[in-house]
């Protein structure tokens, strides 16, 4: 079979599969299937238990669910919604405070988790509804939560940041350096975007519905303790020469354990199984994609269509700049139906050497390949953070999410552009604690 | 036209010694001219590296360079290819090639579906930020990632602790200290740029403790299909490359050696002394457990020793 | 009949998740107790990493059953939004059919996996040599319980009135919000 139709069949089963609505995970694996067996037959049936095994059966990969438990056990907790509120004490006199709170909120937690939609989920279940109550836009309610969420995978710890060092064989330790700047940075952006939008708008609901004397807003910083806590504990296990990476997200998970079961008394076996349930459906769910993307991946190089794309990206002879371009647009076009583990695990190994000849840093290209991945979290068919919102918020329809997600989108677009510009953003953290690697 | 499948998970086209052997074999079986074309899918870019032996056994896969101790879950005898101070330099490699203990293995290999075409043996070193690894006390108490089972007991047995990483993983372990040493090939140490963490590095030179098996393999099914010409043309593009290989790793190691004493980095070499007493602590450990778990595994020791 | 079959399934498959979550926890520990032993007693460490790799992928695919169960596979709801409830059912239908033929192939390829495991008595290579066919067992076992899961939600979907009785399997919500409040039901 000639490379460019057998890629495009396996690219339309897929597509016809997923319309099915079937989970997303098994429709990836059963495209693969029918592929390999008709270039190899009822042989390889000896490979496909194999590849999804071993695709997964990683000591770095351990890190998902550890971050996923991380991330369970805040939100699965008070622990969520008091940081929620204690932001809420400082910044409600600002235009657009409980949206800044939000955001802010996001970011925090993204330091807690390596997860999008658990970050979406966690602060949006307070958020959504207090901005609604207060009489927040339902456009602006959900769009910055989905927005803000989408900053999990980028502020450290983050899953897709582990999936490319496994794929590529960079160290996740400065993957995860590198992503602190540019984490600071766009969320400083998102609440930019929020304060100009809502000033625009005339949104000043937030002072006239409560005021806080200084006494309440101190009062409401030590709870915010325990997450600075937790933070400082898994940075000091992941930078202090204690563990590596893999192993500090088993650490950092006990931690955050500990800390919430202590600080909230959750000792009745309802409330923590309720956290190690809602962490093992995460992971599972983000692990099975992952095993099904090997499968996926596997036979798009059996076939030799992923060698002919990488081929055919190489030899276009253009500007490095552009070639960027072409290849965060087809990142961007993957991101939009297919989580980011997945994108990561298909395509990174294509693009790594492909980035790496043309003299970008692989660490900066894993921030830019992050954000637009988080693009795809919020753009329809499949982003898992609009899934989220919309269980959150059944009420509110999925046209006010995409309204309110694009505003967002665009920043994040600027983002990539500001880091193209300024690549030191993502470069110059690691560069400067872990030294410079050519 | 025949295409075939090779895989392995080096780098591709960045010099590795590896990948180099199998682009060389792709190119002089295509000068043959005996129809036949070998794609290479280079850096994990298809199988797994676990993976490979599986396929290629079965015949899904044609060839790979593999490192034979990843099928030792399969194959227990393989562990005898990553066995410290079995090898000891690359002129005793070649007479190994050549040994008894070799042809033993070599039918471990044919009997599960496999051949090989070119013998590799790579070369390793250890590096610490402590102090030299010369003798065993020198590695007392120190964290250390080190690269094969059979040398992990040695080092355990000399009182180190093991981490186990990712090669990827190396560097930031050694710069945040969760690493005291390495123990990695001669060209990981280069391409890593451990020599920016490093205090001290023990190359190969003459009693070398780390060799590793990395032959280029061809599926016995896939090679049987294959008219004779064309097993010709795969059998002698095999020894041209293993010739190749013969002469590159050595060259590898100087590299290695002039790159740390570049950056600074005291580097030594294991006495014979040094080298008799690892031995002798390896007898104790990996030695032993592997006459404990292979069957006819001490004479198969006892062969690879005997070799001069 | 069919009633107690999706039930008996149903609470299978949360036996399962039980024993994925508590293969999670052993991970996690285990993970601590290997820094603390490594970097407190600088004691050297040999099962640990591979008790933790093969625990926590076990633990993935024995969960998955669950995780069906809960809808918390997440898929694309485009194309069932468009259309009327009738046709929607239909495309669940084939959905849950095309999910139940992927489960049967990789139950075949890994129970294929697991029998070469056992009987060559193949080991992992690594100091500890841990015997592969422990955690390649969860492979078969998960996609064992998968097809029995499928099965179950078929019945749900063309057994008139089953879903008012049962409407746990097709709980369309990610896995993140489960336990939140607002949980959409089927049929929407
Ligand atoms: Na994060
Ligand atoms: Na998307």
């Known amino acids: ?438 | 036209q025949t295409v075939l499948k090779a895989s392995h998970q080096f780098p591709g086209g960045k010099g590795d010694i590896r990948d180099e052997m199998v682009q060389m074999i792709a190119r002089d079986v295509a000068a043959a001219d005996v129809d036949l074309e070998i794609q290479i899918f280079p850096g994990s870019s298809l199988y797994k590296p676990n993976d490979q032996w599986n396929a290629v056994t079965r015949g899904l896969l044609d060839m790979t360079s593999f490192p034979l101790d990843y099928a030792s879950g399969r194959h227990p005898e393989f562990s005898a290819t990553l066995m410290p101070g079995l090898v000891g330099n690359f002129d005793r490699a070649k007479r190994l090639n050549d040994s008894e203990f070799m042809t033993d293995i070599k039918k471990v290999i044919e009997d599960a579906g496999a051949m090989v075409i070119a013998d590799a043996w790579l070369s390793g070193a250890f590096a610490s930020k402590q102090g030299c690894i010369t003798s065993p006390d020198t590695l007392k108490g120190q964290v250390i990632r080190a690269a094969g089972p059979a040398f992990e007991e040695m080092l355990v047995a000399a009182g180190a602790s093991i981490s186990s990483m990712p090669s990827s993983e190396i560097y930031t372990g050694m710069q945040t200290g969760v690493l005291d040493a390495a123990n990695t090939s001669s060209a990981s140490f280069v391409s890593y740029r451990l020599f920016e963490h490093a205090k001290c590095l023990t190359a190969p030179g003459e009693n070398a403790l780390w060799f590793m098996y990395e032959p280029v393999l061809v599926s016995k099914k896939v090679f049987e299909r294959l008219t004779p010409e064309q097993q010709k043309a795969i059998l002698a593009a095999g020894e041209k490359a293993e010739a190749f290989f013969d002469e590159e790793v050595r060259k590898g190691d100087q590299l290695m050696v002039d790159t740390y004493k570049k950056a600074g980095v005291e580097v030594v070499e294991m006495s014979k002394e040094d080298y008799d007493a690892w031995l002798e602590l390896a007898k104790q450990s990996s030695y032993k457990n592997f006459a404990e778990k292979v069957e006819g595994g001490d004479a198969l020791i006892e062969k690879a020793l005997a070799v001069q | 009949m069919i009633k107690a079959y999706i039930r008996w399934i149903g609470n299978l498959s949360r036996l399962f998740a039980i024993l994925s979550t508590i293969l999670i926890i052993l991970a996690m520990l285990v993970v601590c107790q290997m820094i603390l032993m490594r970097y407190v007693f600088r004691v050297a460490t040999i099962w640990q990493t591979d008790f933790v790799v093969f625990s926590a992928t076990a633990a993935m695919f024995l969960g998955a059953p669950y995780v069906l169960l809960k809808g918390g596979h997440v898929g694309v709801d485009v194309i069932e939004l468009l259309l009327s409830d009738k046709s929607r059912a239909r495309l669940r239908l084939v959905g849950a059919m095309l999910g139940l033929i992927f489960c049967v192939i990789m139950l075949a390829a890994t129970w294929v996996q697991f029998h070469e495991a056992w009987a060559g008595n193949w080991k992992h290579s690594s100091v500890w040599a841990p015997p592969l066919w422990i955690p390649l067992l969860a492979l078969p076992a998960g996609f064992a319980m998968l097809c029995l899961q499928y099965v179950a939600q078929i019945l749900v979907l063309t057994t008139p009135g089953m879903h008012a009785v049962v409407h746990d399997p097709l709980a369309a919500v990610p896995a993140v919000s489960q336990n939140q409040s607002n949980v959409k039901e089927y049929p929407r």
């Open chain 1, 1 to 438: 079979m000639n490379v460019t139709v057998s890629g495009l069949l396996i690219i339309c089963a897929l597509f016809l599969l997923l319309a099915t609505g079937m989970p997303i995970a098994f429709a990836l694996g059963l495209a693969a299937f029918v592929a390999l067996f008709l270039q190899d037959g009822l042989q390889i049936f000896y490979i496909l238990g194999d590849t999804m095994f071993s695709g997964i059966a990683n000591l770095a990969y351990v890190s998902i669910p550890m971050f996923v438990l991380m991330g369970a056990a805040v939100a699965s907790s008070p622990a969520g919604a008091d940081l929620y509120t204690s932001l809420d004490r400082w910044l409600n006199r600002v235009p657009g405070g409980l949206v800044l709170s939000n955001i802010g909120a996001c970011a925090v937690f993204s330091g807690m988790t390596g997860s999008s939609p658990a970050t979406c989920a966690a602060i949006g279940k307070m958020g959504i509804p207090e901005m609604l109550r207060r009489g927040y836009p339902n456009s602006v309610a959900t769009g910055s939560i989905a927005a803000g969420g989408t900053l999990g995978i980028l502020i450290p710890p983050s899953v897709t940041l582990i999936v490319y060092g496994i794929a590529t064989e960079t160290s996740i330790g400065r993957l995860f350096m590198a992503g602190v700047f540019p984490g600071i940075m766009l969320t400083v952006m998102f609440m930019a975007w929020a304060i100009i939008d809502c000033k625009r708008k005339g949104y000043e609901f937030d002072a006239r519905f409560v005021r806080y004397t200084l006494k309440e807003r101190l009062a409401g910083l030590p709870r915010i303790l325990p997450f600075l806590l937790i933070i400082a504990g898994t940075l000091y296990v992941l930078y202090g020469g204690i563990a590596t990476p893999s192993e500090a997200a088993g650490a950092g998970a006990l931690l955050t354990l500990l800390v919430v079961i202590i600080a909230y008394r959750l000792f009745r076996f309802r409330a923590v199984s309720g956290i190690f349930g809602s962490a093992m459906r995460e992971s599972v769910m983000i692990m099975m994609i992952m095993a099904a993307a090997e499968l996926f991946a596997f036979a798009l190089s059996s076939l030799f269509v992923t060698q002919t794309v990488a081929a055919a990206i190489a030899d276009m002879d253009v500007n490095r700049w552009v070639l960027m371009a072409v290849i965060n647009v087809f990142l961007l076009v993957c991101g939009m139906f297919l989580p980011p583990v997945a994108v990561i695990v298909m395509t990174a190994p294509m693009l790594f050497p492909i980035i790496t000849q043309a003299g970008f840093d692989p660490y900066w290209f894993a921030i830019v390949l992050t954000i637009n991945m988080e693009v795809g979290l919020i753009t329809p068919p499949i982003g898992l953070n609009l899934f989220v919102i919309n269980a959150i918020a059944p009420t509110v329809p999925t046209r006010d999410i995409l309204w309110g997600s694009l505003p967002y989108v665009l920043v994040m677009f600027l983002a990539i552009l500001i880091l193209c510009i300024f690549p030191e953003i993502a470069t110059w953290l690691p560069n400067q604690m872990l030294g410079v690697v050519e």
